[in-house]
């Protein structure tokens, strides 16, 4: 450190929900032993939002990082594991298909996979046969199936990829336990006022009990109340409604009435749709939906008409609006979580997006001078994965046969970002796609939505042309092999029970 450069001493993380305790729990890992007094300041009162249950593989690193044992880890949580999310009613109604994590294939030649698929598919399509049916991931899924990964590069079980539903309650607490054995303070009571200085920067929170917590820097993780990067900074929020139209959720869990499958399920409805979260213990539920489409009572109704198992709680109303914070951030304070933006859960980005925030904050970690550039390549960073994942979410609802209902008719004919626009066409011509910069959502996952929610290249890349020949023979061989290691894989569920009983 530079002569007169000062460190940071102190971080006051407003917020104990997910993105809170996870924040805690991370720079505690990384921060106290360099002597930063970390306190997490929380309320009982105004509670959590407590729905967040689904989550996309990048989660494990996380486990990783924190010395997580993930057996542990799944007895504590409730947890199953997550092969993908199974899209139901969404190109039609009763369509369905699968986006999996992981990649489609092995490598052929220079081309990715799915342009040589798409080359047999349209030379041979006895031969190529469903996307799908080169995903081990896919195929374990459809079979209720669950192992974890091989190390060895030349098992086909090394191209497995999974990540966790667990209980969000439980998750918190569980990371909470890391945070205050790492050294993290505690501190509970509602936040009433904000001190600031005159440069505008925060000085302390004052608890209802009249304490006053002061830190350096602030992480804001009070969810959507964004008490300090709104509510006492003013950052200002841009609003993506328009894209994006579902402002509402109701949730509702369910008592088990299954074994749990290894997936998602997310079911379209008339204005929005339903998430099927299978954990140990009980069955997430809740009905995403747009409020200009729809009345509350009725999404109430279309939850409560197709959930199977006992209602384990009242049915709970949440109200969100898709965009992000203008910075995230601003001054000495950063938003994380709910309080720096909101996607809705469609394909459980939003744990992912606070993991992403926090690996970002330790690459960029201040000093007290807060330098802008370092602020300033953090925001922009945030909001170009924000903005991919955007594009990602838009395109579930854009690309479709869907138009039964003024709701599909509105999100199949809105313009749509340029961004977004220019991907569906050069997907459209000849079957391309190319990652750009911050992209969380890579060429299988897009390929498997496109192709899901029925959009068709028009062409075919004519390299992948010229192998048709040899492609015949290899292609159903691959997926032969897929079919033989699925078969030898154990069920999902007896997969869970060896994880309960591993001490
Ligand atoms: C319907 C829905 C479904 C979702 N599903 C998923 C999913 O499947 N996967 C996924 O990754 N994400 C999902 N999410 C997002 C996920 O729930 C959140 O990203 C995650 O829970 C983090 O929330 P949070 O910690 O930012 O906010 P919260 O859970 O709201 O926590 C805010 C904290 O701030 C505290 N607080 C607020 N104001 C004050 C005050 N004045 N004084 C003191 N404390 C205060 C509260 O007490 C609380 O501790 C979903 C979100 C919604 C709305």
Redesign the pocket.
């Known amino acids: 450190m530079n002569v007169g450069q000062k460190g940071i001493s102190s971080i006051a993380i ?7 305790w996870m924040a805690a729990a991370v720079l505690a890992k990384a921060l106290v032993a360099q002597g930063i007094a970390i306190t997490v ?3 009982d009162t ?10 996309i593989p990048p989660i494990r690193d996380m486990n990783t990082l924190l010395g997580i044992d993930e057996d542990a880890f799944v007895r504590a949580t409730g947890a199953t594991f997550k092969l993908g999310i199974s899209f139901e009613n969404w190109r039609a109604r009763g369509h369905s298909y699968f986006h999996p994590f992981g990649r489609f294939g092995a490598d052929i030649g220079s081309l990715p996979f799915h342009s040589y698929w798409q080359a047999l598919r349209a030379t041979d399509p006895a031969s190529a046969g469903p996307l799908t049916s080169y995903s081990l991931t896919a195929m374990a899924a459809a079979a209720g199936k669950f192992c974890r990964p091989s190390p060895d590069p030349r098992n086909p079980l090394s191209n497995l990829s999974y990540a966790f539903h667990f209980d ?1 309650g439980r998750y918190a607490q569980y990371l909470r336990s890391l945070a205050e054995a790492g050294g993290v303070v505690r501190r509970e ?3 009433v006022d904000v001190g600031m200085t005159d440069a505008g920067f925060i000085r302390d929170v004052m608890i209802e009990s009249g304490k006053r917590v002061a830190a350096d820097f602030f992480i804001d ?5 964004g ?1 300090l990067i709104e509510g006492a900074i003013k950052t200002g929020y841009e609003d993506w409604s328009q894209w994006l139209p579902c402002d509402s ?1 109701i ?1 509702m869990p369910t008592a088990r009435a299954a074994d749990p499958a290894p997936f998602t399920r997310s079911i379209a409805e008339e204005a929005g749709w339903q ?1 099927r ?1 299978p954990l140990q213990h009980r069955m997430g539920n ?1 009905h ?1 939906f747009a409020s200009a489409f729809t009345t509350n009572d009725n999404a109430e109704r279309v939850l409560r008409s197709s959930v199977t198992g006992v209602p384990l709680a009242e049915a709970r109303l ?1 109200r ?1 609006t898709a965009g992000r914070r203008r910075k995230a951030w601003n001054k000495n304070v950063l938003a ?4 720096g933006g909101f996607l809705e ?1 469609l394909e ?5 997006l ?1 993991q992403s925030a926090l690996t970002r904050l330790l690459a960029l970690f201040p000093d007290r001078a807060f330098a802008p550039a370092d602020i300033a390549y953090f925001n922009r960073a945030t909001a170009t994965e924000y903005e991919r994942i955007r594009d990602f979410l838009i395109m579930h609802y854009h690309v479709t046969e869907r138009d039964d209902t003024v709701f599909w008719r509105y999100v199949r004919t809105m313009t749509v970002p340029d961004t977004l626009a220019e991907r569906l066409e050069l997907y459209r011509s000849r079957g391309r796609f190319f990652p750009e910069a911050l992209d969380l959502f890579l060429e299988p996952s897009w390929i498997a939505v496109m192709e899901g929610q029925g959009l068709r290249p028009t062409g075919v890349d004519p390299m992948a042309m010229a192998a048709t020949d040899q492609l015949s023979a290899l292609l159903p061989r691959m997926h032969q092999t897929i079919s033989r290691t699925v078969e030898r894989m154990p069920t999902h569920a007896a997969f869970i029970g060896q994880a309960l009983t591993a001490k």
Not at 221 to 225: E, V
């Open positions: 407003i917020g104990g929900g997910t993105a809170g300041v929380e309320s105004i509670g959590t939002v407590g729905v967040g249950e689904a989550t969000a009571g509602r936040i993780c009070s969810g959507f109340h008490l959720a949730a998430w979260i809740g995403v949440l969100f994380i979580g709910l309080a859960p459980s980005t939003s744990i992912h606070v």
